[in-house]
């Protein structure tokens, strides 16, 4: 870990309404990154908040890891489509994102695994994307048992970069 806090100082826990404010704190940033994620400009507060307050509410599986007050990474598993499609309603989608100078000390590995063991009984199919240029990811979601079910080659075009979108899953 790159920042002056003690990754011992970090915890992991289920989301609670009073982390949202910090949580678009983490969040914003590692949109504007450009590299990650799927959204790649901040959004407006009021709509973060009242997209994780949806999930939580639903009871959905939603992890933070914090340092202190402040909220430093997430992670959450969310329906892949809505109740009314029946024949999917087993399938969650996993959604993680670390601040940057928390990366690389297995903190996302701790975030993902409570976020999976939340999934028991929710969920029988978790799957994720991940872009290939992201080469620490994939090796966290390989180690916590995801498998590669496909790639999408040539997918993600961002700022003079192309990489594949690799679709991942695991049966929980």
Known sequence: ?????SLANVVVRRTELADLPSLVE??????????FLAIVEALPPDEVIAHHRATLEAGHPHFVAMDGERVV?????????PPRI????????????LAPEYRGARLGERLMRA???ACRGKFERVQLSVYSH????????????????GRRRGAWKLDGMTSDIIEMALFV
């Open 1 to 5: 870990m790159q920042g002056t806090s």
């Open 26 to 35: 983490c969040l914003n940033p590692v949109f504007e990154e450009r590299r």
């Open 73 to 81: 990474g997430l992670c959450d598993v969310v329906p892949v489509a």
């Open 86 to 97: 029946a024949a999917q309603i087993h399938n969650g989608t996993l959604g993680m994102l």
């Open 115 to 117: 976020s999976l063991e």
């Open 134 to 149: 992201n080469v620490r990811a994939h090796k966290l979601y390989l180690r916590c048992g995801f498998v590669e079910e």
